[in-house]
C-alpha cells in the first residue's frame, strides 16, 4: 500500500481524530492513502461510519500497543 500522509492524532479525544482527518484528507488527491494513528478507542467506530458517510474508502485498521491505525482511500 502506497501511502500518501501519515496523521499522527495520538493523545487527541473525539472528535479532533476526525478533525484531523478531514484536514489532511482535503490535501490529498482522489485514490491517495492517508495512514491515521490515534488512541481514542471510540476512533474506531467514528472513522469507519466518517468514511461511509463521505464516500472514503476505509481499507483497513489495526491496533497496535494501544495505537490505533487505519489505512483510509480518499474518494
Sequence with gaps: MNVAKVLDAKG??????IVKTKKAITDLQSGDVL???T?????VKDLAAWA??????LLKHEEENGV???WM???
Design 12 to 17: 487527541l479525544a473525539c472528535p479532533m481524530p
Design 39 to 43: 488512541t481514542d478507542k471510540g476512533a
Design 52 to 57: 461511509q458517510s463521505t464516500g472514503n474508502e
Design 68 to 70: 490505533f491505525k487505519f
Design 35 to 37: 495512514e491515521i494513528h
Design 73 to 75: 482511500k480518499k474518494a
